[in-house]
């Protein structure tokens, strides 16, 4: 059985309560952040870890990112912490960036995936934050959707994979930031980008300086011992996805003809972009980058429950928030990309 429990209106820290010792009890409690939804459950209690796992069929080497409401919790969870983690810190937490510090023995290797190093974040979000202090654990949690589809942005997507499945959910409404937090690896120098996300990779090298993007990030295949998430399929909706990259006005002309062409091959065809170049089915991104962040898995997960063939997403300038968006993009095409 799910208990949901809705706090769009605000916190109600009575019913909070409830959740929160339900993670105490090694239960699964879906939550959410600023980012996107989470799949919760107390960080240093193994079986409650492996549940996550198992509810989600993710792969045990992929790491989860452990949420704390307090920056003393990282003395507890990281062996070593540098300045560097400090500034970063004090600069954008709470707020969607993880940072990866070496582990301390207090985390089993099921939650950093067998890695010797544990990825630690504050959200930017009351509910979570609440959450995280009234449970009194640092709490473990990957987004609440079922491994390789499009993450949640709504308590109703979380419902969608696992009503029924996990002891329940809380509704805090719409997440701000749609795109899960970038994660940055401070165990090397320079630091690494392991994964774009809701904090912009500029804002980062402004404080802590140069910053080495991982080329994963950009879908090379690598041999990624580090940060093994990376070599996952993610994000897919079961229509096919193919991107098309390239300058605006050619862009357009490009996905309208692609439009033309499946559906002169008789299938059903979905755009997500900025205009509907004439397809079956269009959802509307966005003005901003901020906006397509925010409406990327709405959109994914739209076109599956339109039961459309193909989705052609139009690809945004990598600059800011679009250097996540396309990270997204790119991988639920499979790097299906087309160069117009
Ligand atoms: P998810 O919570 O589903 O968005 O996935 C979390 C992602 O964070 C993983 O797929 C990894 O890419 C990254 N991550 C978490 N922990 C670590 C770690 N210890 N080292 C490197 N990357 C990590
Ligand atoms: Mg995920």
């Known amino acids: 059985m799910t208990i ?38 107390d960080a240093l209690n193994e079986s409650a870890v492996r549940r996550i796992f198992e509810a989600k069929g993710r792969p045990a080497d992929n790491p989860l990112i452990v949420h704390i409401s307090s920056f003393s919790q990282v003395h507890e969870l990281a062996r070593e912490v540098p300045e560097e983690a400090k500034m970063l810190a004090r600069e954008f937490w709470p707020g969607p960036l993880a940072i990866v510090l070496p582990k301390s023995e207090i985390v089993p290797k099921v939650t950093t995936g067998g890695l010797d190093t544990v990825a630690i974040r504050m959200p930017a979000n009351k509910i979570a934050l609440k959450l995280i202090e009234l449970s009194g654990r640092p709490i473990a949690a990957p987004s609440a959707n ?12 979380v419902a969608e994979d696992f009503y029924g499945k996990i002891e329940c959910i809380v509704d805090g409404g719409e997440t701000k930031i749609g ?45 990624v011992a580090k940060a093994p998430g990376m070599k996952y399929r993610h994000y897919a909706p079961n229509a096919e ?9 050619k862009v357009g002309a490009k996905i309208r003809e692609l ?46 429950r339109a039961g459309v063939d193909i989705v052609i997403a139009e690809g945004v300038e990598e600059k800011g928030l679009g250097l996540a968006v396309m990270n ?10 087309v160069k117009a």
Do not use: C, Q
């Open 146 to 157: 079922i491994s390789g589809k499009p993450s949640p942005t709504s308590a109703e997507h």
């Open 328 to 337: 997204r993009l790119r991988k639920a095409s499979g790097y299906r990309i």
């Open 241 to 249: 996805v193919i991107v098309v990259e390239g300058s605006r006005e």
């Open 259 to 304: 439009v033309e062409e499946f559906k002169s091959k008789g299938l059903k065809v979905g755009v997500i972009g900025s205009a509907d170049y004439g397809a079956d089915e269009f959802f509307f991104l966005g003005r901003s980058v901020e906006e397509v962040a925010r409406n990327l898995f709405k959109a994914l997960r739209y076109m599956d």
């Open 4 to 41: 949901i429990i809705n706090m769009r209106d605000g916190i109600d820290e009575r019913k909070l309560r409830i959740a929160a010792r339900l993670i105490r009890e090694g239960k699964l409690v879906a939550f959410p952040t600023e980012t996107v939804y989470g799949l919760g459950a």
């Open 179 to 223: 795109v899960e937090s970038t994660v940055i690896d401070l165990t090397e120098w320079p630091p690494v980008l392991l994964r774009p996300g809701g904090l912009p990779l500029e804002e980062i090298e402004r404080v802590i300086g140069e910053v080495r993007v991982h080329p994963a990030v950009y879908g090379k295949k690598v041999d």
